[in-house]
């Protein structure tokens, strides 16, 4: 089991920067692929970026590339999200998830692959 706890959102104009952070506790956090989700009021929740356990590998939604850098801290059980050059568009819940992952090169878009997830911070981007 592990718990996840985000923090870093809030409300930013565009243009502004936002870094979104997840602190893990329980099982081995370096046993995990992580990924960021958003989901906006009345739509699905969607991937935003995602890193594996080594850190090795990232990956991005289209939307947010060039714009958005997943890192992590094993050492510190916790996943960051850098966001930069927000846009009202990028409002939404933004969630982050773990999937157990022994490998180390694991990554993946979908998010019923993901085993746990955190409560969620609210961004919010005025125009």
């Known amino acids: 089991q592990v718990q996840l706890v985000e923090s870093g959102g809030g409300l930013v104009q565009a243009g502004d920067s936002l870094r979104l952070s997840c602190a893990a506790s329980?099982?081995?956090?370096?046993?995990?692929?992580l990924g960021w989700f958003r989901q906006a009021p009345g739509k699905e929740r969607y991937f935003v970026a995602g890193?594996?356990?080594?850190?090795?590998?990232?990956d991005y939604a289209e939307s947010v590339k060039g714009r958005f850098t997943i890192s992590r801290d094993n050492a510190k059980n916790t996943v960051y999200l850098q966001m930069n050059s927000l846009k009202p568009e990028d409002t939404a819940v933004y969630y982050c998830?773990?999937?157990?992952?022994?490998?180390?090169?694991?990554?993946?878009?979908?998010?019923?692959?993901?085993?746990?997830w955190g409560q969620g911070t609210q961004v919010t981007v005025s125009s």
């Open positions: 998830a773990a999937k157990i992952d022994y490998s180390g090169s694991y990554l993946t878009t979908r998010a019923a692959t993901y085993d746990y």
């Open positions: 329980g099982r081995t956090f370096s046993s995990y692929a």
């Open positions: 890193i594996s356990w080594t850190g090795g590998r990232t």
